[in-house]
């Protein structure tokens, strides 16, 4: 469905015009304004006005809190409550054994899928393109030396919400099947407000 695609085309793009909206998916920029207008009224969308150079504001569509739950919190509700038993049952030290030993599964299995990437460019990738099958709607973007990873939805989100640990493990992960000798800073963070998770990865020797 073409609301579907917005929806989709605002999740990975951010904050958009309807002309760019009509131009990514070659309709009309009064087509792309109507279909924008009635994901507003279903509450999925909202707009906000920014002045750029000279001329008139331009209006621009973001995915509100309702439409960003369109896409899905893997297992959320299951999540949340193992984690609240774990930790008051067993305590907080027991859970970041838990997390612990997650980490340490995902580690090998990435670096499993990882072999014979021998590159940091094509790590990244493979990288991007295992977080995406996981639900992450991870892409790369190259500049210079440096790449950026962004993930554009958390399907743990709520679970990483209500426990650091889970974000503080994907970042650990990045870091060790990534190489040491590769430097990996987190740039932004769902968790904190941003719209999107994003990493800063190159080589240590790198300027």
Same mark, same amino acid.
């Given at each position: 469905?073409?609301?579907?695609?917005?929806?989709?085309?605002?999740?990975?793009?951010?904050?958009?015009? #309807? #002309?760019?909206?009509?131009?990514?998916?070659?309709?009309?920029?009064?087509?792309?304004?109507?279909?924008?207008?009635?994901?507003?009224?279903?509450?999925?969308?909202?707009?906000?006005?920014?002045?750029?150079?000279?001329?008139?504001?331009?209006?621009?569509?973001?995915?509100?809190? #309702?439409?960003?739950?369109?896409?899905?919190?893997?297992?959320?509700?299951?999540?949340?409550?193992?984690?609240?038993?774990?930790?008051?049952?067993?305590?907080?030290?027991?859970?970041?054994?838990?997390?612990?030993?997650?980490?340490?599964?995902?580690?090998?299995?990435?670096?499993?899928?990882?072999?014979?990437?021998?590159?940091?460019?094509?790590?990244?990738?493979?990288?991007?393109?295992?977080?995406?099958?996981?639900?992450?709607?991870?892409?790369?973007?190259?500049?210079?030396?440096?790449?950026?990873?962004?993930?554009?939805?958390?399907?743990?989100?709520?679970?990483?919400?209500?426990?650091?640990?889970?974000?503080?493990?994907?970042?650990?992960?990045?870091?060790?099947?990534?190489?040491?000798?590769?430097?990996?800073?987190?740039?932004?963070?769902?968790?904190?407000?941003?719209?999107?998770?994003?990493?800063?990865?190159?080589?240590?020797?790198?300027?």
């Amino acid at each position: 469905m073409r609301t579907d695609q917005i929806l989709m085309l605002l999740k990975t793009q951010g904050p958009m015009t #309807a #002309a760019a909206v009509a131009k990514e998916l070659t309709i009309t920029s009064e087509g792309a304004r109507l279909q924008l207008t009635q994901l507003g009224q279903e509450g999925l969308v909202r707009t906000h006005k920014e002045v750029q150079g000279v001329g008139r504001p331009k209006q621009f569509y973001q995915l509100t809190s #309702a439409g960003h739950a369109r896409f899905p919190d893997t297992h959320a509700d299951l999540t949340l409550q193992m984690i609240t038993h774990i930790r008051d049952t067993l305590g907080p030290t027991a859970l970041d054994r838990v997390i612990e030993a997650r980490e340490a599964e995902v580690q090998q299995r990435y670096h499993q899928e990882m072999a014979g990437q021998e590159t940091l460019e094509d790590r990244v990738h493979k990288l991007s393109e295992i977080r995406s099958r996981e639900g992450y709607l991870a892409e790369v973007r190259q500049e210079e030396d440096t790449f950026l990873l962004i993930e554009n939805h958390c399907p743990i989100c709520e679970a990483a919400t209500h426990c650091q640990g889970f974000c503080r493990s994907e970042l650990n992960t990045f870091r060790q099947v990534l190489g040491k000798n590769v430097s990996v800073e987190r740039t932004e963070h769902i968790v904190k407000g941003a719209r999107r998770c994003a990493y800063r990865i190159k080589n240590k020797q790198s300027k």
